[in-house]
């Protein structure tokens, strides 16, 4: 059996994983690309090597760690390594527009969006753009920091000169069409392997910041630990056996994915439209819990990789 490497910058967000290949014997290697070097001039180690690289890294200090984890894979492909979530995968979960093209093609519903770069030119592309309410969202900001729900150009004006305003870390902003929720909830599509494993369901009555991880590092109303009186987060079995779970595995399949968290919204009408590919998917253990699934979601990734490493 081969060697799994996992390559990521947050150790509080690989304990689950961690635990899920205990259960199977399995300690993985780990690689933190935080910073350091890339040993291109040699050959890489044996192994399964599985990309968990995030794009709100710089939350965390880590502000150039997709640019190394970038490099990194460059290493691994080039000399045939086995890597899951490869570079193409790397290059959607750091550019949304990417992510909006990808989702197109394969026939899936996006929101209406355009991105800037520079101040100077929202409030006019805001104003051609004539979508309002409109959400004002960078375009590497994770977990949904960031995001503001703009119901006017005079809301738009104000923020962007005022002393709040702060220019996102690449400096490109999404002006992004509002889709009102049938429900006060957005749903995240859950893929291990390229094959969906679940769906579940996240409360947005609070905010836009909605990462299912146990552990993050935001307000715990939005990320909660352990038992919590009203969790955010509950698994649904309305998209089992719902058309575009096809056409979202079709999208990952194109581009390189082969774990993701892809999070979708239906409006008024009933349609459904995408807006998120995250490629550093994270799973909520207590609405796991409460729903009694077989299969976990870190349990479904160490049992993929393991079955790599097997196959290797």
Request: glycine fraction near 8%.
């Amino acid at each position: 059996m081969r060697d799994i490497y996992i390559l990521h910058e947050n150790n509080e967000w690989l304990a689950p994983l961690k635990a899920a290949f205990k259960k199977l014997g399995i300690e993985p290697i780990e690689w933190f690309l935080d910073n350091g070097e890339v040993t291109f001039d040699q050959l890489p180690p044996e192994g399964i090597f599985y990309n968990r690289m995030s794009a709100s890294s710089h939350t965390r200090g880590n502000r150039f760690a997709p640019e190394l984890a970038r490099m990194a894979l460059a290493w691994l492909e080039t000399n045939g390594r086995r890597v899951v979530n490869n570079t193409g995968a790397l290059y959607l979960e750091i550019c949304k527009i990417s992510q909006y093209a990808a989702l197109q093609k394969a026939g899936v519903k996006t929101p209406a969006t355009r991105p800037v770069v520079g101040k100077e030119h929202l409030v006019a592309s805001a104003k051609d753009f004539n979508q309002w309410p409109l959400i004002l969202k960078p375009n590497r900001g994770g977990k949904g920091l960031g995001v503001r729900l703009l119901q006017t150009e005079q809301a738009l004006e104000t923020y962007v000169s005022s002393d709040d305003y702060e220019e996102p870390l690449d400096g490109t902003w999404l002006l992004q069409q509002y889709i009102e929720p049938q429900e006060k909830f957005i749903t995240r599509c859950e893929f291990v392997g390229g094959k969906f494993v679940y769906a579940v369901n996240v409360n947005t009555e609070q905010g836009f910041e909605l990462c299912p991880a146990d552990v993050c590092a935001i307000d715990d109303s939005f990320c909660p630990v352990g038992e919590t009186p009203a969790n955010k987060f509950k698994i649904s079995n309305e998209y089992d056996n719902h058309p575009i779970i096809k056409q979202l595995e079709q999208c990952i399949a194109a581009n390189g994915i082969e774990v993701a968290g892809i999070e979708i919204i239906k409006n008024k009408a009933g349609e459904v439209f995408a807006y998120d590919i995250n490629t550093n998917t994270n799973y909520n253990a207590q609405a796991e819990s409460e729903a009694g699934i077989a299969v976990t979601g870190m349990g479904a990734i160490a049992a993929f990789l393991a079955g790599l490493a097997e196959a290797e």
